[in-house]
């Protein structure tokens, strides 16, 4: 079955670029969307962006400055780039398989582990 | 900015029945919302229950399940066990996706 493992550093410094990178095991990442979530430490789970294999995104407003999300159908992987980063975006990170058929059914149903990201000098 | 608000807490004893909500600033849920649903248990990652307002996954136990309710997406747990003790979230689509504060559901 589809699995998907976060991977990246364990720690950013405060003003510098967090990355991640997704890969996706057990399937094709072609014909879906990948999305990004987060959620600080004791807080709520919140949307960072997503991209089709084909490489259209949407990213959520309060973030769209600063995130970038990007695929590499090669490797199976997608990946996230935050740039500007400060204490605020400490969190777990999480991607996760969005299926939408166009018109009627949306869904995120696969997720990976997440990984812990702090953001510290 | 839309806000999405779900119960901070609810309380429920083994056996009973008890049902979640999740509300939007920008007025009444719809099927348009493509609500979605979500468990979370301390330490793991959330996991999906609900799609689409009314759609299980395929590993989704049965006594869940999810509608619209009043203006509100809801999330019905029936014959409630002690395991379903955990964080519940739902996702409404609303342009970006957004989430609620979350629910924590306590089994006692």
């Known amino acids: 079955q589809v699995q998907l493992q976060e991977s990246g550093p364990g720690l950013v410094k405060p003003s510098e670029t967090l990355s991640l990178t997704c890969t996706v095991s057990g399937g094709s990442l072609i014909t879906y969307y990948w999305t990004w979530f987060r959620q600080a430490p004791g807080k709520g789970l919140e949307w960072i962006g997503l991209i089709h294999s084909g490489g259209n995104t949407a990213y959520s407003p309060s973030l769209k400055s600063r995130v970038s999300i990007s695929v590499d159908t090669s490797r199976n992987q997608f990946s996230l780039r935050l740039n500007s980063v400060t204490a605020a975006d400490t969190a777990v990170y999480y991607c996760a398989r969005y299926v939408w058929d166009g018109s009627s059914s949306a869904a995120f149903d696969i997720w990976g582990h997440g990984t812990m990201v702090p953001v510290s000098s | 900015q839309t806000v999405v608000t779900q119960e901070p807490s609810l309380t429920v004893s083994p056996g009973g029945t008890v049902t979640l909500t999740c509300a939007s600033s920008?007025?009444?849920?719809?099927?348009?919302?493509?609500a979605n649903w979500f468990q979370q248990k301390p330490g793991q990652a959330p996991r999906a229950l609900i799609y689409?307002?009314?759609n299980k996954h395929s590993w989704t136990p049965a006594r869940f399940s999810g509608s619209l309710l009043g203006g509100r997406a809801a999330l019905t747990l029936s014959g409630v066990q002690p395991e379903d003790e955990a964080d519940y979230y739902c996702l409404l689509y609303s342009g970006p996706w957004v989430f609620g504060g979350g629910t924590k559901l306590t089994v006692l």
């Open positions: 920008t007025g009444a849920v719809t099927s348009g919302y493509y």
């Open positions: 689409s307002t009314t």
